[in-house]
């Protein structure tokens, strides 16, 4: 039951703002799962709610098919890197590391208002966003392919400071590009990964709706709660990694 509602909470969140492997992946650990297999289950988990939350902001998707095809192949390119990195390094490696992006993750999603509205009055330039863009997007996809919370909220900031359009349509083309980089890291897990397939199951089943809801609130979201209970989630499961 703690997954399921977990994945419900996730898949609204990632749709709305992202994070939401800030919920799932704390739950895991509670019950009992290791890091590398919760953090694997928890991206394979999710991909159903990252497509009911893209197909939730559709609208906002009209007119962006060249931008998400040339940022999509990033996405893809870079979920693979990140997925690859995951399985090769060390669970040690992984668990050294992890609280380390969950607190970069927490400051991403507290200061992501700030940088929003200072994104809202800057002049940004380009269709496709060039080069350094699609960098940009790559190195976000190796991050989300190995740890996925937070990767929305950089993906935005990136097209933000880049893109001439609106927030809006970017958060509708970062649910594609974070959907893209979950699928390809979670096809690679279902061939040569440990995936505990019943939490996948409840996260996936859980995460589909939540991505419907998200993608509703997400117009009208009220944050700072919502920021702050990610935060304070993703901080409880610090304690959890050390113990573990």
Known sequence: MAVFAAGIVAGTVNAAVGSGTLIAF??????????????????????????????????????????????????????????????????????????????LAGALVLVQPKLAARLAHRRRIAVHGGVLLWLGIYGVGVYGGYFGAAQGVLAIALMGLALDDDLQRLNAARNVLSLLVNLVAASLFLVIADVAWLPSVLLAAGSLLGGVLGARLGRRLPPMVLRGFLVAVGLAAIPLLVLD
């Open 26 to 103: 704390p739950v895991l650990l509670a019950v009992g799962y290791p890091p590398v297999t919760a953090n694997v289950t928890c991206t394979l988990g999710l991909v159903s709610g990252a497509f009911s939350g893209a197909y939730g902001y559709r609208r906002e998707l009209a007119g962006q098919r060249s931008r998400l095809i040339r940022l999509g192949a990033a996405s893809v390119l870079g979920g693979v890197t990140g997925g690859v990195l995951l399985l090769l390094l060390p669970a040690e490696a992984f668990a050294a590391v992890v609280p380390a992006l969950i607190v």
